[in-house]
């Protein structure tokens, strides 16, 4: 944009303060050409030569613009890369600072011209008379219909590209609103219109949360705590074990089993507890003085709580049966869930804490939310969220000290689960931040080498290398926020909070190059993951085989779930993954393997991230192929492409993992994107630019998983409707696409 309109209506507003002169000089240096410069005389900025240069005959030359504030934050990008050097378990990717930094001189340099449309483009001259050569399925619902000029995104910005990081808004596009016009009535009741302003509280269920919890204990000796079970030893207090009594509700038999199973399911996905310091200190606090109002009370019973729902989430019964199936929602009921009884007992202890200033109490947040989130109040999981990170933040404020104690290590891990979580619900729900992220430098990353590390918490790590997931996942974090600040600056609607200023065109070439250097540090991320972690990027489903003999867990460990395969031996060669090898199937009707420690919820939680975050780099060419076919070039086509292949088969959705939904991390986060990701799938048999792209860039094997994709995120939402708000609309706009969907 011409910088000249504002600079000479700042010269003819208002009295000429020394302020305003001093203003005004730093913008004349900055605008002014060369000749002008070291004259030392004023310029009137007119390219390609201002009127001195043209009056004397002189070569008029421009400086670049230097660098503004806006540029800093890939710099505080590379600061926070380079701390990753201290962190043990992911030296390896210290060599993402090189990439990045090529990424930041790559997008100021100037682009290379567009490239030429190619056969996806010029020839689709009309949509629909583009379709003549393809032939559409019988079951499809009818032909694509060009969009009317009142709904082509030309009558509001020029751009052909459109980033969203909210799957929710993509409900919102011109083209899918044309669609949703002849849908059935299911869609007519749900007033769509509104999602712009009220798309993140019907994604956290809202207006469909009939009750909260109930608060009354009628059945305070709940399922997990009427079973016979064996009594673990204390090894780190030197309790006894037997039939003590904490109050009216546990025993010291159930107190250890449940804090066994919190230890061995909800900490190893959140490390937000030290198993050494809960045994030797907290757990005799509760035994000696029974469940009081103490902080170390209200931690015990979220604990006991969280580890009960561990234990029947993972072997507990499901809550129903869909033809046979079991439901991935095991234990409890959808009103009554496992642990409430505990949980209830923790929340009316919570108010006498709820002001400390304390890692507990930013601990006992960030359980609370785990807790709600279990059970699907997606908004009481929200609530506890940010409650965490004010907690956090209070902390690190009123007690800087705290950072160079010996519990500065769980401090950190505390930050980073909140960062990671507040990042979540910004990218999917746009709410706000509470600035967490300002105390980055300050807090650092996690080591985990507080100073007591018990031998469970070493097997575990073996098995399920839980260490190396957290430490991926923070910095897998950090990426997403810089990917969508580049995406939402460069194709994203920033330009549309001002009516007045027209945006201007984003060129196609730009968009695919600032894509394809995204995805190139996305893949340097995964390609550099610690050992025992990659995977194949064909392949999403198997689980890593790792040639460490420790990675299988010893026998003389006490788990509820069965060890898995042995490894191969160290010198043994190890042949390529067969299908039959998969770790996660599709196939949910079978009965799925097992894995101790929840490494099948980690493997597959950090490879779903990892296809979501680029999937949501290339979805803006999905908008472009629905919305400006005609312009469609060959970087815009394999864009789509690389979209459509990145949305198959995601391990989050699939067995072992879909079966033990109680632990899964951000239910409604996966939820709302399968919902994105099926209306994509429906539009690609739909739209005839899509269906061209689909046949001859894809192919065969594309269209079979494709099926099964469907099938697995049907599912999915199928099995959360009746128990989860957020599920059971996303089921009804489903309806509106798919037609009659088989449900009970």
Known sequence: ????????????????????????????????????????????????????????????????????????????????????????????????????????DNLNRSVPPPSAPSAYGPSYSNPVAGA??????????????????????SSVRDDQYMYISAAYKMLSWPCIQQLMENSP???S???????????????????????????????????????????????????????????????????????????????????????????????????????????????????????EVGEVGVSGEPIAMYKGRPSGIKGGSSQRPPGLALFNEARRRMGFSMAECSLENVQIYALAGLYYQSCYHHLEYWR?????????????????????????????????????????LYLELNLPTTGLDKFEDRVGLPVF??????????????????????????????????????????????????????????????AATTVKQLAMQLDQWRGMLPTGMPWPEDRPSPLPVSPDPYSQPLQSIQSMYPPPPPPPHPHQKVTPLLPSDFAFTADLDSEPAAYPFTADIQAANLRSRYYY??????????????????????????????????????????????????????????????????????????VPILIKIRTEMLGEAFDVDARVTTQLYLDWIRDLKDSDPTARWCWTVLKGFYGPLDDL
């Open 449 to 510: 080498s507080s100073g007591t590390f018990s031998e469970e918490d070493y097997m575990c790590n073996q098995a399920s290398h839980y260490k190396e997931h957290f430490a991926s996942q923070t910095v897998l974090r950090r990426l997403s926020v810089e990917f969508h600040a580049t995406l939402n600056n460069a194709l994203g609607l920033v330009n549309l909070q001002f009516p007045g200023v027209a945006p201007e065109p984003t060129s196609a070439t730009i």
């Open 189 to 307: 009741n749900l007033n769509l219109g509104s999602l712009d302003k009220d798309g993140s509280v019907i994604m956290l269920g809202l207006p469909s949360q009939g009750m909260s919890l109930p608060v009354d204990n009628r059945d305070a000796m709940s399922q997990g705590m009427q079973r016979s079970t064996r009594a673990y030893s204390m090894h780190a207090s030197g309790l006894p074990s037997g039939a003590l009594q904490t109050g009216a509700l546990l025993t010291w038999e159930a107190m250890q089993r449940h804090s066994k199973s919190y230890f061995d399911t909800f900490n190893l996905i959140y490390p937000l507890l030290d198993r050494p310091h809960f045994y030797s200190q907290v757990l005799p606090a509760v035994v000696n003085n029974e469940l009081d109002e103490s902080i170390n009370s209200t931690l015990a019973c979220l604990v006991f709580a969280l580890g």
């Open 185 to 187: 009535r299911e869609l």
């Open 1 to 104: 944009m011409n910088p000249e309109p504002s600079s000479n209506n700042s010269s003819s507003t208002g009295p000429a303060t020394p302020t305003n002169n001093r203003k005004e000089r730093g913008a004349i240096a900055a605008q002014a050409c060369e000749n002008c410069r070291a004259r030392k005389q004023r310029c009137s900025e007119e390219r390609p030569k201002c009127a001195s240069c043209t009056r004397m005959k002189l070569e008029c030359r421009y400086r670049e613009p230097q660098p503004t504030k806006k540029d800093k934050t890939q710099l505080e990008m590379l600061e926070i890369l380079k701390s990753i050097e201290s962190f043990q378990v992911l030296d390896r990717l210290k060599n993402i600072e090189g990439g990045v930094k090529a990424l930041v």
């Open 132 to 153: 003549s050569s393809i032939t559409l399925d019988s079951n499809r619902s009818g032909s694509w219909q060009p969009l009317p000029a009142s709904l082509g995104t």
């Open 613 to 686: 975050v680029k999937y949501l780099i290339h979805r803006p060419f999905i908008f472009k192929a629905l919305h400006h076919p005609t312009q469609m070039t060959q970087d815009d086509a394999d864009g789509v492409a690389t979209c459509l292949r990145t949305i198959l088969l995601w391990p989050i959705a699939m067995a072992p993992v879909r079966s033990q939904k109680r632990l899964i991390p951000c239910l409604f986060f996966w939820t709302q994107n399968f919902l994105g990701i099926l209306i994509i799938l429906h539009l690609s048999q739909q």
């Open 384 to 424: 506890m969220t940010i409650s965490a990170s004010l907690a956090c933040q209070a902390l690190i404020m009123a007690k800087p000290e705290e950072l160079a104690s010996p519990q500065v290590d769980l401090i950190r891990r505390v930050f980073w689960h909140c960062s990671i979580t507040e990042t979540c």
